[in-house]
C-alpha cells in the first residue's frame, strides 16, 4: 500500500519514520550472546588445555560417551543465558526458546551423525543460531513503519502478521518518552503516546515464595516457591504501537508535542464554543417560535 492510499482527504504528511538501527539491541542481544558463546565454546573445547583436562577427568564416569561432558556444558551455560535474559525482559519465551534450540541442535547431532565431530557441531550450531536471529530481528525492525501527518500517528509493524494502530491527536492524554545509553549517543529514543483509555501503559509482575518442611519419617526438606508479589504500572506499548527507537529523537518529540498541543481546545477556546453553541441553541428556538407564530396566523386566516 502506497503512503498516498494511507493519507485522508486535507491530511499531508510531517514524517515518516522507522526505528533506528541500534533501537533493537536488547532483542539483538539475545541473539549475540548464542554467537558469542558459540565463539567461546568452540575455543574452549578445540584450543583450551583446562578442557582436555576436564574431559579426561570425566571420562571414567561417562566411558565411551566423551560427547557427553561438552553437551551438558553447552545447555547449562545456554539455559543459565536464557533465565537471564527472561528476568530482565519480564519474558519467558526467552527461556523457552533456548531450550527448543539446544534441543533441535542436540537431535540433528544424534540423528544426522555428527557425534564424532561434536566439538565442531556444537560451535558451528551456536554461532549459525546467532547469526540467524540477529538477521530475523533486523527484518522485524524494517517492518516497522510510523506515519505522523496533520490528524493522526499510523503506527505498522509485523513481518508474518501484521499489525497497525491509528492515533488522532485529540485523543492523547500523555507523552513518555525514554533514551537509553546508546539513543544517547547516536540521538535515536521512544515516544510512547498515552491515550485517555490507558493505552500504552503496562504492568511489571515479579514473585518468589519458599516453605521448609518434613516429612512422617522426619526427614527434613526445602521446598516451594521464592513469594510475594509487587506489581507497577508502567509507560509501556508493543513496538509497533508506540514511536520505537525514533531518529531524531529530540526533533520527532517536539513534533508530537506540538500536533497534541495544536489539538488541545484552550479555556477561552472553550468558552468561545459554548457560546457559539448557546447562540445556535437560541436561533434554534427562535425559528420554532417563529415557526409556530405563522402556524398560527395561518390558521386564523382559513377560519376568517
Known sequence: ??????????????????????????????????????????????????????????????????????????????????????????????????????????????????LSVYHIFIPVYSICMGLVGIVVI????????????????????????????????DKVTDIESSQGILGQIFDFGTIIPITQSGFGLGKDTSFAAMGVGGTAKKRFGVFGVFGGSKEVQTPRARTYYELHGVYPYKEVRKLIESLVQGSVIVPYQKEQVECQKEQLDIQKQMKALLERQLELKNQDEEES
Request: hydrophobic fraction near 55%; charge should be positive.
Open 1 to 114: 500500500m502506497g503512503l498516498e492510499e494511507d493519507l485522508l482527504k486535507d491530511e499531508h504528511l510531517e514524517k515518516e519514520l522507522k526505528p533506528h538501527p541500534l533501537s533493537f539491541f536488547s532483542l539483538q542481544s539475545i541473539a549475540i550472546f548464542l554467537l558469542l558463546w558459540g565463539i567461546v565454546f568452540g575455543w574452549l573445547i578445540n584450543f583450551s588445555s583446562y578442557w582436555v583436562g576436564f574431559e579426561n577427568f570425566l571420562k571414567g564416569f561417562f566411558g565411551g560417551f566423551v560427547f557427553i561432558p561438552s553437551l551438558l556444558v553447552w545447555w547449562a551455560v545456554t539455559l543459565i543465558g536464557g533465565v537471564v535474559f527472561s528476568l530482565l525482559f519480564i519474558r519467558w519465551r526467552i527461556f523457552f526458546l533456548y531450550i527448543l534450540l539446544l534441543a533441535i541442535g542436540t537431535i540433528l547431532m544424534f540423528m544426522g551423525g555428527w
Open 138 to 169: 533486523d527484518l522485524y525492525r524494517r517492518s516497522h513503519k510510523y506515519i505522523v501527518t496533520n490528524f493522526r500517528i499510523i503506527f505498522k509493524g509485523g513481518i508474518i502478521r501484521k499489525r497497525e494502530r491509528t492515533l488522532r491527536y
